[in-house]
C-alpha cells in the first residue's frame, strides 16, 4: 500500500468516527463503542476492498456485506455516506422516527445495506447463504460479515461455520472484531470464546490475525483470503473498543451509551485534531 494510500484511508477513517458520533449523539442512543473499534474495517471495505456502486446500490454483481453485530449500524452508516451512498448530513438522525437510519441496518430503507440485522448470531448465516447462491448462479461476487467477540458466544454462530466449510464457500470472508469487551464486561468473563482462532481452524476455515487498526495488515489479509481456495476465510482483528475517542477506549461502558453534549465536543475535538494530524503528513 502506497503512503498516498494509507493516509486517504486514514483520513477517511477520522471522518466515519466523526460520523460514528454526530450519530449516536443526535440520536441519544446507539452503539459507539462497536462502531469505533470496527471503524478501520468499515473504512478499508468500502474504500478498497469491496466491488460496490454507490449510483447502483442493487447492482446484481455486486460483492455483499452483512453487518452481522447489527447494533454497530453507526459505524456501518458513515462508511456508507463516506462512500457516497447518501449524504454525510443524514447521520445526526440515527434512530429519529421519521429518518431512514434505523438503530440496525435495514435492507428496506438503507442505500448499500445487504442485509437487515439485529439479533445477534444470525448475520452470519445470511451471508453463508448468500456465498452458496453466488456458488450456485455462477457470479464471481465475494460476500463478508462482521462479527463481535460477545456475538460469537451464540450457538448459531458455529452452525453457520460449520456451513460454511461443509460447501466450501471461499468466497465468504468472516471478519470477527476482538476488541475484548461486550456490553456485560469483558468477553473472557461473561463466556470466553478462547482461543478463537484455534477454533475456526477446528471448523475448516483459513485463519489470519491481524491488528484491526492496521491497513497494511488488512490488505494482506483479504489477498489472501481472494487467493484462498476451497475453504472459507476467517480474520481475527484486535482491536480496541472505543478507538479514537479517549475516554470511550476500552470502556464497556460505551458499548450502548451515547455521549451528551459536553462529551460530543470532546469527542469531535479529539477526531478534529486527528484528522488534521493526519492531512499534515
Not at 29 to 45: C, K, V
Not at 100 to 129: E, F, K, R
Not at 193 to 213: N, S, T
Request: aromatic share 8%; charged share 20%.
Amino acid at each position: 500500500m502506497t503512503a498516498s494510500e494509507k493516509k486517504q484511508l486514514s483520513a477517511a477513517a477520522c471522518r466515519v468516527r466523526m460520523g460514528v458520533i454526530e450519530g449516536t449523539h443526535g440520536a441519544k442512543a446507539g452503539h459507539p463503542g462497536g462502531s469505533l473499534s470496527a471503524a478501520d474495517l468499515f473504512t478499508y471495505l468500502y474504500l478498497k476492498e469491496l466491488n460496490v456502486d454507490p449510483k447502483n446500490p442493487k447492482w446484481a454483481d455486486r460483492d455483499r456485506f452483512v453487518l452481522s453485530k447489527g447494533h454497530t449500524a453507526p459505524g456501518l452508516y458513515a462508511a456508507l455516506a463516506e462512500r457516497g451512498f447518501f449524504p454525510a448530513a443524514d447521520l445526526p438522525t440515527l434512530r429519529h422516527i421519521d429518518s431512514y437510519l434505523q438503530g440496525h441496518p435495514n435492507m428496506n430503507t438503507v442505500p448499500g445495506v445487504d442485509m437487515s440485522t439485529g439479533s445477534l448470531g444470525q448475520g452470519i448465516s445470511a451471508a453463508a447463504g448468500m456465498a452458496l447462491a453466488a456458488k450456485h448462479q455462477g457470479k464471481n461476487c465475494r460476500v463478508y460479515t462482521l462479527l463481535g467477540d460477545g456475538e460469537i458466544q451464540e450457538g448459531q454462530v458455529w452452525e453457520a461455520m460449520m456451513f460454511a466449510h461443509h460447501y466450501k464457500l471461499d468466497n465468504l470472508c468472516v471478519i470477527i472484531d476482538n476488541n475484548g469487551l461486550q456490553i456485560d464486561g469483558p468477553v473472557d468473563q461473561v463466556m470466553s470464546p478462547y482461543p478463537i482462532p484455534d477454533k475456526l481452524r477446528a471448523f475448516g476455515f483459513e485463519v489470519a490475525e491481524i491488528d484491526g487498526h492496521s491497513f497494511d495488515q488488512m490488505e494482506s489479509a483479504f489477498a489472501k483470503a481472494r487467493q484462498t481456495k476451497g475453504v472459507p476465510t476467517a480474520i481475527v482483528m484486535k482491536t480496541t473498543k472505543g478507538k479514537g475517542v479517549s475516554y470511550m477506549e476500552n470502556q464497556a461502558g460505551w458499548h450502548g451509551k451515547a455521549p451528551n453534549d459536553e462529551e460530543y465536543e470532546i469527542a469531535m475535538d479529539e477526531l478534529r485534531a486527528q484528522l488534521a494530524e493526519v492531512e499534515a503528513m
